[in-house]
């Protein structure tokens, strides 16, 4: 509201010191209401659209710290009178939660460090070779970005288990070792980047992969910090292929404890659930809000050369 | 220190053929700057000497050796390009040594050379910036710096200057000229602007649609022009080009046929005192443009309009004008552009709207 005042005063004070033709400072008068009604209006919309967003969060937030029948009162209390802490503990407690935390970073993380080293000299040669076929290889792996993993499961899961991969690691994390997404995304940022800044490096004695790395590379780091962000959420959260590979322990993952949790405690402790949810979003949202910088520069990056 | 010498070089691109048996010697330490209008094939001649692109047919020799299959970064050459083409990630020291780098020089002789250039070039407080930061002159002075420290046989700069506002292209411009007579090494140059080629260039390579026109001294060219097309590329304004197409009563002494007839705009006399030898022109005053210590009229003939350029003279009043060119002013060409010498005019003919006094 403050910052609407502000704005009312710049016009109204143009407006008191032109000549006082009637009509004419009326007509600034309306036109500063108007100005202040659509400021509001767009507030209001950004603020409806922050609590479609923000509201499940903290649901979620406040449930985790209700007693059971407290979860149940209708309508619901959004702050709990006395938060019960204990439910983080109940949920962590209610499997090997450090094992699954630490398969989760194992196969996060790799497949993140395979995906670098896939993804960036892919885009790079599609982006800036000319070679027999480029095309029709995009294409294809611009095709594999349209096929729903669901319809291709089944086979890469029977490829999986003839190399004796299920309930390992590895299982989980060679399936995801390139990305069309980051070959695409990045592709393109390399694509921006000017010719004479290559050609300069050739004339500078560079030899090809210390161009990629010293140049074009650091170049497009907002790019890629983006996409790092973007594959570190989604195999973080993934909850289908763990599940589908996994039959014990040894390689299951945080999503898969969350989700047994309805199991363990019987169907309708929502407290304990949403206490493991918070314990499985966390992480995320911290290196979310580390990177935030990184990630809004990504996405402006392209006006500013 | 390098001579450059293309031979027979040819250039396709896809079906287009944007250079054609072009053969030229590029002196060992001069400044020669090749210059004509964009799409003329300056710059993709300019491409192959240092290697980023391949000509499709003929040799490239840098002194003793052809360097058809060096690389690019083993022909020892430099270059400068139009938009900088600065390392963005990196600092301008980053710049300035990353070329020594990759050639391996050790870290305390590295430190000394960008060092070095870095004073002459008056980067000294900016080496840790980002080019980001910098101005345009300045990254212009980081990508010459980047380009001297390697001292290079050859020096190869694409428009260098065309990104810069008006006073700091003169000032770079005498500090280009500076560098090279400092430097003593070969420095080919290309432009578009024929004002940059006749100041800065010891050589000047005049190229059109992708074949050298004349190749030769400033001064020679202006005064000795080989064709129409040079004729008219050089000087501001260019020369004056009467079509003798349509032209009656000029009596010309030639073994060649006539085509057109030119003059430059400075030997055109206005209302001569006494008579003049040579073509008489009388028309009107369309424009007069003064620049102080120099005007330059734009006259309308009955021959067609032309410029006349006075010195030190008091602005012409007058709408109605004489002017007057001397016999040994002007110049011959024949229909297809080719210079002809050794023609000249009968005396005391009349041509419509001119005289031959």
């Known amino acids: ?305 | 220190m390098a001579r450059i010498l293309l031979k027979g070089i040819s250039k396709t691109f896809k079906d287009e053929t944007v250079i054609q048996d072009l053969n030229l010697e590029i002196k060992d330490g001069s400044f020669t700057v090749l210059v004509g209008p964009s799409g003329c094939g300056k710059s993709t001649t300019l491409r192959m000497v240092a290697g980023l692109e391949k000509q499709s047919g003929g040799e490239i020799w840098i002194d003793d050796t052809c360097v058809n299959d060096t690389p690019p970064g083993m022909r020892d050459v430099a270059m400068v390009f139009q938009n900088y083409a600065l390392y963005p990630t990196m600092t301008v020291r980053g710049n300035i040594e990353f070329g020594l780098k990759n050639r391996g020089v050790p870290r305390n002789e590295r430190d000394k050379l960008v060092k070095d250039i870095s004073e002459i070039v008056g980067l000294a407080p900016f080496l840790d910036k980002k080019p980001q930061s910098l101005s345009g002159g300045q990254r212009q002075r980081v990508a010459l710096a980047r380009a001297m420290v390697k001292k290079p046989k050859v020096f190869i700069l694409d428009e260098p200057l065309s990104n810069l506002d008006a006073k700091l292209r003169n000032q770079m411009r005498t500090e280009l000229i500076q560098l090279h007579k400092r430097l003593g090494t070969t420095f080919v140059y290309v432009t578009h602007d024929q004002v940059e080629a006749m100041s800065m260039g010891d050589e000047i390579v005049v190229m059109n649609k992708g074949a050298i026109q004349q190749a030769d001294s400033p001064m020679k060219l202006y005064q000795d022009p080989a064709n129409l097309f040079t004729a008219q590329f050089i000087g501001t304004p260019a020369m004056n080009i009467i079509d003798m197409q349509g032209m009656k009563g000029l009596n010309i002494r030639s073994d060649r046929p006539v085509g057109f007839i030119g003059f430059r705009p400075e030997q055109g006399l206005l209302n001569p005192d006494r008579p003049v030898e040579g073509l008489v022109l009388k028309g009107d005053i369309l424009t007069r443009e003064s620049l102080g210590a120099e005007n330059i009229y734009q006259i309308r003939s009955d021959a067609g309009t032309f410029f006349v350029k006075t010195f030190l003279r008091p602005l012409e009043p007058a709408d109605a004008v004489t002017v007057a060119v001397p016999h040994d002013q002007l110049y011959y060409f024949g229909p297809d552009g080719g210079r002809i010498y050794g023609a000249g005019m009968q005396e005391r003919a009349l041509i419509a709207g001119g005289a031959i006094v």
């Open chain 1, 1 to 305: 509201m403050k910052a609407a005042n502000r704005a009312i005063e710049g016009p109204i004070r143009a407006a008191a010191g032109t000549p006082m033709n009637g009509i004419r400072s009326k007509r600034a008068l309306l036109r500063t209401i108007m100005n202040v009604v659509l400021r509001l209006a767009n507030a209001a919309g950004l603020l409806l659209l922050v609590l479609i967003f923000a509201l499940p969060f903290v649901w979620m937030l406040s449930t985790s710290l209700k007693t059971l029948p407290e979860t149940m009162i209708f309508p619901p209390e959004w702050i709990p009178r006395n938060p019960v802490w204990k439910n983080y503990v109940d949920a962590w407690n209610t499997g090997p939660f450090l094992h699954y935390m630490t398969n989760s970073v194992i196969i996060a993380v790799s497949i993140l460090l395979l995906q670098m080293l896939t993804i960036i000299p892919a885009s790079y040669a599609f982006a800036r070779y000319k070679f027999a076929g480029s095309g029709f290889l995009f294409s294809i792996v611009m095709v594999t970005l349209m096929i729903p993993s669901q319809l291709i499961f089944l086979p890469v899961y029977l490829e999986l288990s003839a190399f004796k991969l299920l309930n390992t690691h590895l299982g989980l994390i060679l399936p995801f070792a390139s990305s069309a997404f980051g070959i695409f995304l990045l592709r393109q940022a390399f694509r921006q980047i000017s010719d004479e800044l290559i050609e300069a490096a050739r004339l500078d004695q560079a030899a090809e992969w210390k161009i990629i790395v010293r140049i074009m590379v650091p170049m497009v780091k907002p790019v890629l910090v983006t996409f790092a962000l973007f594959s570190f959420i989604a195999h973080w959260n993934d909850y289908f292929w763990p599940l589908v590979m996994t039959t014990n322990e040894t390689a299951r993952t945080l999503p898969i404890g969350i989700a047994k949790i309805r199991e363990v405690e019987g169907v309708g402790t929502w407290n304990i659930l949403m206490a493991g949810n918070l314990i499985l979003v966390a992480p995320i949202l911290v290196v979310f809000f580390l990177s935030q910088r990184q990630i809004i520069k990504a996405f402006v990056y392209n006006g500013v050369k």
